[in-house]
């Protein structure tokens, strides 16, 4: 039994497209497949992303640049990936700078709470994709259009709302706030790696609560 996803994003003249395989007789045995031509400058790069089940479960990522009629191969990158999961890929731009980007789905943590990705920025002048290599750090993690960061929910014992910023291959943590044990707690964090408490006294409010900013404090509505 064949399942063909069609999944259609435009862009401002014309619409490209890109679809979700499951089918293990078909893509080479892939369980999923994934393909976009609107990661980075639109309709000249396309992601290829495959996800296979043998004894373990790992995902391939492959970059094409267009080149005159021809697909060239750029990059290619194999991870091992959480069983349960679909990928759920998400191509959009995590760092305003009018390209898109990619995230998939690789684990989940915390009862299904804390879902976890990894995130790869595409890097214009190179024609590559950056693979943040501790965006796994950051469950939940988001594009935060307010303050132009990455934001992060975690959740355990309490909540914690984190803003990093995206610093070459890595997310580097500039502030937090923290819901636990009837305590709200905000952190700044400076370049250095010093950290301050800007905040700490007693909270009885909801402690499942993801913020969008820490100074002044404000919560995000509805679906985040």
């Given amino acids: 039994m064949i399942c063909l996803i069609i999944v259609l994003s435009s862009c401002s003249e014309n619409k490209q497209q890109s679809f979700i395989l499951v089918d293990k007789s078909l893509a080479n045995n892939a369980e999923e497949h994934y393909v976009d031509s609107t990661i980075g400058v639109r309709g000249k790069y396309k992601i290829d992303l495959k996800k296979f089940r043998t004894d373990s479960v790992y995902v391939e990522i492959k970059l094409y640049k267009k080149d005159l009629s021809n697909w060239k191969l750029v990059q290619n990158f194999h991870f091992l990936k959480n069983g349960v999961l679909t990928c759920d890929v998400e191509i959009k ?91 709200i707690t905000i952190i700044t964090t400076a370049p250095d790696g010093s950290e301050h408490v800007i905040r700490n006294e007693t909270y009885e409010g909801d402690s499942y609560i993801r913020f969008k900013n820490f100074s002044p404090l404000e919560e995000y509505k509805g679906n985040y």
């Fill in 93 to 183: 731009d995590y760092n305003n700078d009018g390209l898109n980007d990619c995230t998939f789905k690789s684990s989940i943590a915390a009862r299904g709470a804390n879902e976890i990705k990894k995130l790869f920025i595409f890097n214009e002048k190179e024609g590559k994709l950056t693979f943040i290599k501790n965006s796994e750090d950051f469950p939940n993690l988001q594009y935060n259009e307010d303050l132009n960061c990455i934001d992060a929910f975690r959740v355990y014992g309490g909540t914690q709302s984190v803003f990093a910023k995206i610093e070459g291959d890595s997310l580097k943590e500039y502030a937090s706030v923290e819901l636990f044990d009837k305590k």
